[in-house]
C-alpha cells in the first residue's frame, strides 16, 4: 500500500482530531477544543512537530502523537517523549510500524507510554520498553480513629501553597498553574515539615470518580498524616477515593487501603544514562494535560 510518513505539524491538527474522532481510542471523545493543546509546546519540550502522520494521498489514514517535555522532577538535564494516540485506520493496519520506528530512532531521549493498549505493551516490549508503572494503590475516604493526627493541616489555597514550597516544588507548582488539577499542602504543625501534592480528578469506569495522585513532595510526611486528610480530600474532590501509585507509598504501613494491578502497566524506554526508571512521576503527561484517564 503506498502510503506516507512525515512529521505532524499545528497545521494537521484538524485531520488528525477527525481521524482520533472516529477511532476506537479510549480517548475518542475528546473534542478538538481540548485536543489542540497536542499541538503545543507547554513543557519546553524544544521542538516544532508533536508526532507523525500517516497520509494516503493527502488524507490522513494514521497518526502517532509525541509530547516532548523538560522534567524538572524527574531528571533537569534528561529529555522526554511521551507516545501517545496511535491509531491507524483499520485498511492501513499492516503499515502502523511506519509510525513508531522514526520515535524510536530518536537518541538521548527516554521514551513514555503512560497508556498503553494490549496491544501497544506487546508491540512497545519487542523494541526495549519495561514496565514503569504496574501497581495501584487505591486509598478509601474512611478516617482511622486510632491514628488521627490534629497536628496536620490540609492546605488549598494557592498562594498559601506556594508559600511552603522548596525550589524542585515551585517549578512543578508554576509549570502546572494552567492545567486543570488540584495544588494542595500537609502541614506538619509540630515540626514544620510539609509535603506537596497535585492531585486530578479524574474516573476510573464512568461510575467510579477517583482522585488521582500525580505528585507527592514528601512521601514520608504523606503516609504518616493521610488519615488527617484522606476524607477531607474525598469530599473536596467528589470522589470515591484517592488513587496512588503503589510503590511510592511502600515503604509504609497504611490502614484502609488497598492494592490492584494495573490492567496494562505504563511503559518507559529509558535513554542511557538517564535517572532510575521507578523514579519517574507522571506529571508531564497528555493524560494530564488532555483529561483522560492515566490507567
Not at 485531520?15 to 475528546?30: A, D, G, M
Not at 499492516?94 to 496491544?119: F, G, H
Not at 502541614?187 to 470518580?209: A, H, I, N, Q
Request: glycine residues 6%; contains cysteine.
Amino acid at each position: 500500500m503506498n502510503v506516507t510518513v512525515r512529521k505532524a505539524v499545528s497545521s494537521d491538527m484538524y485531520p488528525v482530531c477527525k481521524l482520533l474522532r472516529e477511532s476506537t481510542l479510549n480517548s475518542n471523545w475528546i473534542g478538538v477544543n481540548v485536543r489542540k493543546r497536542m499541538f503545543a509546546d507547554p513543557w519546553c519540550g524544544g521542538e516544532d512537530y508533536c508526532g507523525y502522520v500517516m497520509l494516503d494521498g493527502d488524507t490522513v489514514v494514521g497518526f502517532l502523537g509525541l509530547l516532548f517535555t523538560r522534567q524538572p522532577a524527574n531528571d533537569p538535564q534528561q529529555r522526554f517523549c511521551e507516545l501517545h494516540s496511535w491509531f491507524v485506520q483499520e485498511a492501513y493496519r499492516k503499515e502502523s510500524l511506519k509510525l513508531l520506528l522514526p520515535a524510536l530512532s530518536m537518541r538521548k531521549v527516554t521514551l513514555l507510554n503512560y497508556t498503553p493498549t494490549p496491544d501497544v505493551y506487546d508491540i512497545s516490549k519487542k523494541f526495549g520498553f519495561v514496565d514503569l508503572e504496574t501497581e495501584l494503590l487505591l486509598i478509601y475516604p474512611l478516617p482511622n480513629p486510632l491514628n488521627w493526627r490534629r497536628r496536620y493541616r490540609l492546605e488549598a489555597d494557592a498562594h498559601r501553597v506556594a508559600g511552603w514550597l522548596n525550589e524542585q516544588d515551585s517549578v512543578i507548582f508554576h509549570d502546572h498553574r494552567q492545567v486543570e488539577c488540584e495544588h494542595l499542602v500537609v502541614v506538619d504543625e509540630l515540626t514544620g515539615e510539609s509535603c506537596y501534592l497535585m492531585v486530578k480528578r479524574m474516573t476510573r469506569r464512568w461510575f467510579e470518580p477517583i482522585g488521582r495522585i500525580l505528585y507527592i513532595g514528601n512521601p514520608a510526611l504523606c503516609a504518616r498524616s493521610l488519615d488527617s486528610w484522606r476524607l477531607t480530600l474525598c469530599m473536596r474532590l467528589r470522589v470515591q477515593c484517592l488513587v496512588s501509585n503503589a510503590a511510592e507509598l511502600a515503604g509504609w504501613p497504611l490502614s484502609l487501603t488497598r492494592r490492584i494491578k494495573r490492567e496494562v502497566p505504563s511503559l518507559i524506554k529509558p535513554a542511557s544514562g538517564s535517572l532510575p526508571h521507578t523514579a519517574v512521576k507522571p506529571l508531564y503527561s497528555l493524560p494530564l494535560l488532555i483529561g483522560y484517564k492515566l490507567h
